[in-house]
């Protein structure tokens, strides 16, 4: 069975099963052998599929809530670790870095702008910047901020829009041919140069960033 | 904000997402980024895919890790607070305003002959980042590249090959392309440009100077 079918099907089904957890062994020469469609029907069971975590991050910025963070940590730390651990970290410096990126979380909390990111987005940026720091020592120059004022917030309307453009992408990317999919997993797991990387990833990008560029627009208006 | 014309490709944005690019590439993305709504629409969409990779597998995390990062974060908020610098309203945009510790004002050039002068920036050593500033109607060298070579335009502008790049535009030119980029009439032309790979210039004279610019 297709595993779009089967996640639906659970989804409508209200199947609440439990989170499973998925230890990621060993480094980088073991998760070549993991074969991408075995992560995914790990995903799958997954009871926080379809969640948001908007309001979660919300909540640490307006009201410091520690429940809001801990639900968090328990979904995004595991997979800040991997994510690192696929990028070249051993685990020890995983584990440390992906407990800073999940303090820079709550730091930053009232810098995430729900109309330009999807919250695995927003944490897949500061992981990647950690990790670039950690790992390859480098300084990373990062494009001005853009942020919204006390007085003006994007609205819920376009946050909504965009977060569902992030589910449509993440069903385009599992639906990728297998030979695209493992360039695309290449490219940002650090495993391309600049100038190995192919710009026909087979990735429908267009609508999200029409999205994001009306967001940008609305918060240029803002700002003036 | 002006009507940007050109633009980065999807390989230097993906890349840039990625965070695999030399520290001179990204120092180039983040500048032209911080002058151009449509590439920072693209390259959010970009680190949407990075968004979407995150959620595909996990590792267990330590025991007592939401513990050490609670306590984590109450040493940081004893830490002081950074004020947020605010966004320069010069010439650099901000990234290039942190590199070069300031702005137009703070450059220091250093003379290439022909009236160019350049202000190489310390970045990591797979690829360099300099500022170049050409006098109004003069060329840059003719030369052709053995890499990739970016250059976003700051101030002024210049014509190559019958196209011309203004404040925030930016050339991408590989390895086929030999050309030689003039600066428009009216203003000095300053450029950010970053290279992967020497330089490689068509007339003896500037081969010769090569390795003292470092080019």
């Not at chain 2, 995390?61 to 040493?75: D, Q």
Request: contains cysteine; charged residues 25%; negative net charge.
């Amino acid at each position: 069975m297709n595993m779009l079918t089967k996640q639906i099907s659970a989804e409508e089904k209200g199947a609440s099963i439990g989170q499973m957890s998925y230890a990621f062994v060993g480094g980088m020469s073991s998760h070549r052998k993991t074969s991408p469609s075995k992560a995914r029907d790990v995903n799958i069971q997954d009871r926080n599929r379809g969640k948001t975590w908007v309001a979660e991050i919300q909540a640490i910025h307006t009201h410091q809530d520690q429940g809001a963070f801990a639900a968090l940590f328990s979904h995004f730390a595991p997979r800040v670790k991997a994510f690192l651990m696929k990028s070249g970290a051993d685990a020890a410096l995983a584990e440390e870095t992906t407990q800073e990126v999940m303090a820079t979380l709550w730091t930053k909390a009232h810098m995430f702008d729900p109309s330009r990111a999807s919250a695995a987005t927003w944490i897949f940026t500061i992981a990647r910047n950690r990790s670039i720091d950690a790992l390859r020592k480098q300084r990373r120059p990062e494009p001005e901020e853009l942020t919204w004022g006390p007085e003006a917030e994007p609205d819920q309307e376009s946050a909504l829009a965009l977060q569902q453009e992030c589910e449509h992408l993440a069903r385009a990317v599992s639906e990728l041919p297998e030979k695209q999919r493992v360039l695309v997993e290449r490219a940002y797991f650090g495993d391309l140069s600049h100038s190995e990387i192919a710009a026909e990833t087979g990735l429908p990008l267009g609508t999200i960033k029409s999205r994001i560029r009306l967001a940008l627009d609305r918060l240029r208006h803002e700002l003036k | 904000m002006r009507d940007i014309r050109h633009h980065l490709t999807d390989e230097l944005l993906m890349g840039y997402s990625a965070g695999t690019l030399p520290e001179a590439f990204n120092l180039v993305v983040a500048t032209h980024v911080s002058l151009c709504d449509e590439c920072r629409a693209r390259l959010h969409s970009f680190d949407a895919v990075g968004g979407v990779l995150l959620e595909e597998e996990s590792a267990s995390m330590a025991h007592g890790a939401l513990e050490a990062t609670l306590a984590l974060i109450s040493r940081k908020a004893q830490e002081p607070i950074q004020p947020k610098p605010k966004q320069p309203a010069g010439a650099f945009p901000g990234p290039l305003y942190d590199y070069v510790g300031g702005d137009l004002g703070a450059v220091n050039w250093k003379r290439m002959g022909g009236g160019v002068r350049q202000a190489i920036l310390k970045t990591s050593k797979d690829a360099t980042v300099r500022l170049l500033n050409i006098p109004a109607g003069a060329a840059m060298p003719d030369h052709g590249h053995k890499g990739m070579e970016l250059t976003l335009v700051l101030q002024g502008a210049f014509l190559d090959d019958g196209e011309r790049f203004a404040r925030g535009d930016i050339e991408v030119a590989n390895e086929d392309l030999a050309h030689t980029p003039i600066a428009d009439i009216g203003e000095d032309c300053i450029c950010l440009t970053a290279s992967d790979a020497p330089l490689t210039f068509n007339s003896l004279a500037p081969r010769l100077v090569q390795p003292f610019l470092r080019i």
